[in-house]
């Protein structure tokens, strides 16, 4: 009871205090975000300067995302029963020492060693930001620093490849890691002096080891077989990896579920505004991934752009999204986010299918409008979809449901990439097209979850 009239009571953080939390949640997110794609283009310079095949470099990548994926439930688990505030704060500190060794790597096994060290990292704020702003702002302001954290997300994750090819037209890939170190140690600084406590703790409640391991093992598989089926591992060891996914899954699922706070927050899967708002998440990061990847081979390798227009007309995607996000975070509790949600993937769908369809010389035009589309669409979509998977879930599993929002994000990320790796070995020079129909498709899919939504409100 004593925990309710809490939950209450709480009505965010007063000023300034209020805005140094904001802002060490958004920069630590928006760095653990752009360290996602940030390697993708420095990857060629990466495996001259070190003297690595482009099968061993790629894993600078797979392993900063294998690292979050694994630890991400975990984290927040961990934040809800101890603290917010440290789990943050913890995650915060080892991005930031591990960024450092990764720039001080000299050889592929320390530097994936160096990289997977950040994702535990990553994985710690990724898990937490949500829950962070949630206690951060007043329940009237929430929705509209949902939007802002939408905006920084998004913009980060596109941005990432080109704040990297242009640190590279002048500085080592070293430097891609160290300009992490100042603005690691501004972030814990401000997080220090302004990050909130939990408002409600499961102290009671002892930590899971067993499942923890559990977690990482199933997942970790899990995303081993994906990789490894768009990566060309043997057939064999994909099965092997696939039957452990298999068996760790079958034992980890089946704790969960008798379990009254699980780890894989089965509880609350069981809302279903809640499941709704998870799958409509993970059917519009795949969407979006499949444009973001195949677009820049359409651009380049088909009509023939060369890098920098490349990067000049992919810049009306996340301008849109800077125009869509807020005003998206100003509409919530006023449009339903079903509707609201629902309209930006019927935005997003349009777009993605019409890039599949240019014709053979498109102007500038035809391919700014195209883009803009998607952008403004997933814009509108993202802060209302993220608001309602927030506050769905009671305060004292905040930090389950933002673990939940961050997976669901990164699963979709991952399955359009693969998708895309995939289409490339089916259609090779007609992938690109075949992603975006594909894309359209999911989006499509995500737009009829979404608006299923409004079902829900009526009862």
């Given at each position: 009871?004593?925990?309710?009239?809490k939950?209450?009571a709480?009505?965010?953080?007063?000023?300034?205090?209020?805005?140094?939390?904001?802002?060490?949640?958004?920069?630590?997110?928006?760095?653990?975000v752009?360290?996602?794609?940030?390697?993708?283009?420095?990857?060629p310079?990466?495996?001259?300067s070190m003297?690595?095949?482009?099968?061993?470099?790629i894993?600078?990548?797979?392993?900063?995302?294998?690292?979050?994926?694994m630890?991400?439930?975990?984290?927040?688990?961990?934040?809800?029963?101890?603290?917010?505030?440290?789990?943050?704060?913890?995650?915060?500190?080892?991005?930031?020492?591990?960024?450092l060794?990764?720039?001080?790597s000299?050889?592929?096994g320390?530097l994936?060693?160096?990289?997977?060290?950040?994702?535990?990292?990553?994985?710690?704020m990724m898990?937490?930001?949500m829950?962070?702003?949630?206690?951060?702002?007043?329940?009237?302001w929430?929705?509209?620093?949902?939007g802002?954290?939408?905006?920084?997300v998004?913009?980060?994750?596109?941005?990432?490849?080109?704040?990297?090819?242009?640190?590279l037209?002048?500085?080592?890939?070293?430097?891609?890691?160290l300009?992490?170190?100042?603005?690691?140690?501004?972030?814990?600084?401000?997080?220090y002096k302004?990050?909130?406590?939990?408002?409600?703790?499961l102290?009671?409640?002892?930590?899971?080891?067993?499942?923890?391991?559990?977690?990482?093992?199933?997942?970790?598989?899990?995303?081993?077989?994906?990789?490894g089926?768009?990566?060309?591992?043997?057939?064999?060891?994909?099965?092997?990896?696939?039957?452990?996914c298999?068996?760790?899954?079958?034992?980890?699922?089946r704790?969960?579920m008798?379990?009254?706070?699980?780890?894989?927050?089965i509880d609350l899967?069981?809302?279903?505004?809640?499941?709704?708002?998870?799958?409509?998440?993970?059917?519009?990061?795949?969407?979006?991934?499949?444009?973001?990847v195949?677009i820049?081979?359409?651009?380049?390798?088909?009509?023939?752009?060369?890098?920098?227009?490349?990067?000049?007309?992919?810049?009306?995607?996340?301008?849109?999204?800077?125009?869509a996000?807020?005003?998206?975070?100003?509409l919530?509790?006023?449009?339903?986010?079903?509707?609201?949600?629902?309209?930006?993937?019927?935005?997003?769908?349009?777009?993605?299918?019409?890039?599949?369809f240019?014709?053979?010389?498109?102007?500038?035009?035809?391919?700014?409008?195209?883009?803009?589309?998607?952008?403004?669409?997933?814009?509108?979509?993202?802060?209302?979809?993220?608001?309602?998977?927030?506050t769905?879930?009671?305060?004292?599993?905040?930090?389950?449901?933002?673990?939940?929002?961050?997976?669901?994000?990164?699963?979709g990320?991952?399955t359009?990439?693969?998708?895309?790796?995939?289409?490339?070995?089916?259609?090779?020079?007609?992938a690109?097209?075949?992603a975006?129909?594909?894309?359209?498709?999911?989006?499509?899919?995500?737009?009829?979850?979404?608006?299923?939504?409004?079902?829900?409100?009526?009862?």
């Open positions: 009871m004593m925990s309710e009239n939950e209450l709480y009505d965010g953080l007063p000023l300034p205090r209020r805005i140094f939390s904001v802002a060490t949640v958004s920069l630590g997110v928006t760095v653990a752009m360290d996602v794609t940030i390697m993708n283009v420095a990857l310079s990466m495996s001259q003297h690595l095949t482009e099968a061993d470099t894993w600078i990548v797979n392993g900063y995302q294998l690292a979050i994926i630890c991400l439930l975990a984290m927040s688990t961990i934040g809800e029963i101890f603290s917010y505030r440290k789990v943050y704060m913890f995650g915060l500190s080892v991005f930031t020492i591990a960024s060794a990764c720039a001080m000299n050889g592929i320390t994936v060693a160096s990289r997977m060290l950040q994702g535990l990292g990553a994985s710690a898990a937490i930001n829950t962070l702003l949630r206690l951060s702002y007043p329940k009237s929430l929705g509209k620093g949902i802002l954290n939408a905006t920084l998004a913009i980060a994750s596109v941005i990432g490849p080109s704040l990297s090819a242009l640190i037209s002048y500085l080592s890939w070293r430097w891609l890691f300009i992490n170190l100042p603005l690691g140690a501004l972030a814990l600084y401000m997080g302004a990050l909130p406590e939990n408002v409600v703790r102290s009671e409640r002892e930590l899971p080891k067993t499942d923890i391991v559990l977690n990482a093992l199933f997942f970790g598989s899990l995303i081993l077989v994906v990789l089926y768009s990566h060309d591992f043997n057939p064999w060891v994909i099965f092997a990896i696939a039957l452990v298999f068996g760790v899954g079958f034992s980890y699922l704790r969960q008798s379990q009254e706070f699980p780890l894989f927050p899967m069981r809302i279903p505004l809640f499941s709704l708002s998870v799958l409509t998440s993970v059917a519009s990061f795949t969407a979006q991934m499949l444009a973001m195949s820049p081979f359409l651009l380049e390798n088909t009509y023939g752009y060369t890098e920098s227009e490349t990067g000049v007309l992919f810049s009306a995607w996340p301008v849109s999204i800077m125009v996000a807020p005003l998206a975070g100003s919530i509790g006023k449009v339903n986010a079903g509707l609201l949600g629902g309209v930006g993937l019927a935005f997003l769908t349009l777009g993605i299918g019409s890039l599949a240019l014709p053979d010389s498109p102007s500038y035009v035809d391919w700014v409008w195209r883009l803009m589309f998607c952008g403004f669409g997933f814009g509108l979509f993202q802060s209302p979809n993220n608001n309602v998977l927030l769905s879930a009671p305060l004292n599993r905040s930090g389950s449901a933002s673990g939940m929002l961050a997976m669901a994000r990164l699963i990320q991952t359009g990439a693969t998708l895309v790796a995939l289409l490339f070995h089916i259609f090779e020079s007609g690109p097209r075949a975006l129909c594909a894309g359209s498709a999911v989006a499509f899919l995500a737009c009829v979850v979404s608006v299923s939504r409004l079902a829900l409100k009526k009862k």
